[in-house]
């Protein structure tokens, strides 16, 4: 996610509306075998990695506000916090895992697409407000934890990885297949 230069925050908003009209179309087009339907290279069902591409959205509105505090701080700090967080992969990889399974018993595909709306709002709104010098700001990440996370990642790099895991986990999905 190394970039150069300033980010141009119309390709953000871009992917993000892209992003937005694929999740809509993914939910408007599935019934509910299709749902249940497992993955390819998961143990989740279609529905839990639709939620699970949801959550990389709403977990990236987190991550901003961690790379703004953090972002301040002395670059030790931020280090530190990093290597914590991979001290912690296993507990997190079993609530990465566990959390799609029983949020999808509470949020419907007709919420999601709600919670999807409003949240890919958010993210442009916040676009919107953040400064060139904000968007230069970051902090270290737990490369554990996701293969989109590098080791120092700024506010600009951070807006990018939500569509980055979206893309990613959407070749995985089998809502396409039938039979």
Known sequence: MARSGPLDRQVV???L???????HRLLAAA???????LT????????QLLWHMLFGFVVTRVLLVLARLLGRSPRGVGRAFARVLDAATVPFDLVNYAGPCGAVKVIGPRRMG????RVIAALHRGLDRESDADLARGMHYPVRWDPFFKDYMTLADIYRYPTRHFDFHRRQLTLDDRG
């Open 31 to 37: 019934g509910a075998d299709d749902l249940a339907r």
């Open 13 to 15: 908003h871009d992917e």
């Open 17 to 23: 509306d892209r992003a937005c009209a694929e999740f």
């Open 40 to 47: 390819r290279g998961t143990r989740w069902t279609n529905e």
């Open 114 to 117: 709600a919670q999807f709306d």
